[in-house]
């Protein structure tokens, strides 16, 4: 079955650490994007990349970066220069200007 | 620029009530309009949508008309489960070239039987 995968699905982040999330697809879609969902809240776009090895920032950038070397991945890495890290993090591909499919989600959690 | 409106939550209805969440866009040219919906801890996923005028769309017993007179795109459903019980997200995405679409803040949906 074609979709998007995201790993892990839980992650526990210490004060200072980088971690990064990982998202897969196997629906040869060209752009892939980062959201972020804290609770009650809407969708905020962190970065999104629209063809391999390039990528645009979001409203959220700051703290956050990203890799685009294979157009199956798009990992994205949470830096200690992100002060507020904790929230649910979507990653979502798309063809063209039309539906978008979403991961299953990562939820991380500062300790 | 394109944003979307859609009405403030929680709407909480009891089981096989009539279901009506709004939702108004603004947007240049015409866009695609989109109904996501997204279950406890999980992503978003699809629900239905259309891409011009007058077109409706529909899946799983909702239903949502592209009203391009008074830039909307309600959904709607007859009879709500408690599976139902959710949030429903709006969205448009502009054909006209931009790769980043626009969604509304969401409205959670609880259903009690």
């Known amino acids: 079955d074609g979709g998007i995968t995201q790993s892990p699905k839980y992650l526990f982040r210490k004060e200072g650490q980088n971690v990064t999330l990982s998202c897969e697809q196997n629906l040869n879609h060209d752009a892939m994007y980062w959201y972020r969902q804290d609770p009650g809240q809407g969708l905020r776009l962190i970065y999104y990349s629209q063809i391999v090895n390039d990528f645009q920032k979001g409203d959220i950038a700051e703290g956050y970066s990203v890799s685009r070397e294979k157009k199956e991945s798009f990992p994205l890495t949470v830096t200690s220069a992100q002060k507020n890290p904790t929230a649910f993090y979507l990653c979502?591909?798309?063809?063209?200007?039309?539906?978008?499919?979403f991961g299953p989600g990562t939820r991380l959690t500062v300790l | 620029g394109n944003s979307v409106t859609q009405m403030e939550g929680p709407v909480t209805l009891s089981e096989e009530a009539f279901l009506t969440i709004n939702c108004t866009y603004t947007?240049?040219?015409?866009?695609?309009l989109f109904w996501y919906v997204q279950y406890p801890g999980e992503g978003l996923q699809l629900l239905l949508k259309?891409?011009?005028?007058?077109d409706k769309g529909s899946n799983k017993g909702f239903e949502a008309t592209y009203r391009k007179e008074t830039t909307s795109f309600h959904l709607e459903k007859g009879s709500v489960q408690v599976s139902d019980s959710a949030v429903y997200f709006c969205?448009?995405?502009?054909?006209?070239?931009?790769?980043?679409?626009?969604f509304g803040r969401g409205t959670s949906l609880i259903v009690h039987p």
């Open positions: 969205a448009l995405s502009d054909r006209g070239g931009s790769y980043i679409p626009t």
């Open positions: 259309a891409t011009k005028a007058d």
């Open positions: 979502a591909s798309q063809v063209g200007t039309d539906t978008q499919y």
């Open positions: 947007a240049t040219g015409y866009p695609s």
